[in-house]
């Protein structure tokens, strides 16, 4: 069974509001969690990593005032799309791997659209 | 600059073809290699990590091996649930954070029954 779960796994926003994502470690504690968009028929790109009880890392070109990261336990980390555009519209996938392992699961992955 | 081709980027087979897909890799040292599967609209599934050159691993009709520049993704006798975007990924040592994988563009395969 999954052991990172996404919700929502598709919603739809207007224009100009905002929309929270979630990202749960199921059965294990992620200290660092990691959030990817993806295009269609494009590869994962990493926007940023999720550290717990610090602030986020953001990959060059994302701004961090938009995509608002937010890792408040060891199993949660939120992903908040900001005055949402059309041009945000794109599949956010987060992952995690255990703090002694080497594995690395990802999410369901959420579709967002915005209208 | 690390950097992931995974070839072909379209790949159809008949049902019972074997085949490979291959992944190429860049980079300044090499934690761990992963392969994923995924299905459309879906996050991808972990399938494999390896972590040294001639370290090999199964799963099913799959078979993973690595060298020193490339892995390949070995698929015997696919069957149409096969059929997916296989997707390659490293992980650099110490190049941040534990999970911070460079992904490939991946390889979509299609397998007619």
């Known amino acids: 069974g999954a052991v990172v779960s996404q919700h929502p796994s598709r919603v739809i926003c207007k224009s100009g509001t905002s929309v929270k994502i979630e990202c749960r470690s199921l059965?294990?504690?992620?200290?660092?969690m990691f959030w990817y968009r993806q295009f269609p028929k494009q590869s994962l790109m990493l926007m940023a990593t999720?550290?717990?009880?610090?602030?986020?890392?953001?990959e060059q070109g994302v701004e961090k005032d938009k995509f608002l990261i937010n890792h408040a336990s060891l199993t949660l980390s939120t992903l908040t799309v900001t005055s949402a555009h059309p041009e945000d519209s794109s599949f956010y996938i987060c992952?995690?791997?255990?703090?002694?392992?080497?594995?690395?699961?990802f999410g369901e992955g959420s579709w967002l659209t915005v209208v | 600059e690390d950097q992931v081709t995974q070839s072909p980027e379209a790949l159809r087979l008949q049902e019972g073809e074997s085949s490979s897909l291959n992944c190429s890799y860049t980079?300044?040292?090499?934690?761990?290699l992963f392969w994923y599967r995924q299905d459309p609209g879906k996050g991808p599934e972990f399938l494999f990590t390896?972590?040294?050159a001639g370290e090999e691993k199964e799963k099913e009709r799959l078979k993973a091996t690595l060298t020193k520049k490339e892995s390949f993704l070995h698929i015997t006798a696919p069957k149409p649930e096969d059929s997916a975007t296989y997707l390659c990924?490293?992980?650099?040592?110490?190049?941040?954070?534990?999970?911070?994988?460079?992904f490939g563009k991946g390889t979509k395969l299609s397998v007619k029954p």
């Open positions: 390896l972590y040294s």
């Open positions: 059965d294990f504690q992620a200290t660092t």
């Open positions: 999720s550290n717990e009880g610090s602030k986020a890392t953001y």
């Open positions: 992952s995690a791997s255990r703090a002694h392992g080497n594995t690395i699961y």
């Open positions: 990924a490293v992980q650099a040592l110490g190049g941040g954070s534990q999970g911070n994988l460079i």
């Open positions: 980079v300044s040292g090499l934690r761990g």
